[in-house]
């Protein structure tokens, strides 16, 4: 992944952009009328219509600041169960791993739909 600078615009604390392959992601910090911070995330992947144009498809998440930490909390768990799947030699792109199974069973259990409301 390589480093690209951004310019900071008023509404925005910090910006920083990363390009990985053929996506760019931009971390994003901002800041709301109110003063709080929040985080965007954005992927952008370059394209082309059947004309052969080139447009950017984007994609964007908004974090607040009252999620910042289950969200670390979730992504440090899926990479560590990515790293672990692959270290065991448990993952095959032809079909889910019983350990993938097991653990997508027991978080789906755990979901409860009052709190995504």
Do not use: C, W
């Not at 480093?3 to 910090?14: A, F, L, S």
């Not at 994003?28 to 009328?33: E, G, H, N, Q």
């Not at 999620?67 to 440090?76: A, R, T």
């Amino acid at each position: 992944m390589e480093d690209v600078k951004t310019p900071v615009r008023n509404d925005e604390v910090y910006s920083k952009a990363i390009r990985a392959g053929k996506r760019t992601y931009f971390f994003d910090v901002k800041s709301t009328r109110g003063n709080d911070l929040y985080l965007t995330i954005t992927e952008s992947k370059k394209k082309s219509n059947d004309s052969g144009k080139s447009f950017y498809e984007k994609h964007k998440v908004f974090l607040y600041k009252e999620d910042f930490d289950k969200f670390v909390d979730g992504l440090q768990h899926t990479l560590d169960v990515i790293k672990d799947l692959r270290e065991n030699g448990e993952f095959s792109s032809e079909e889910a791993s019983p350990a993938y199974q097991e653990h997508k069973e027991s978080v789906l259990t755990d979901v409860k739909f009052e709190d995504l409301a």
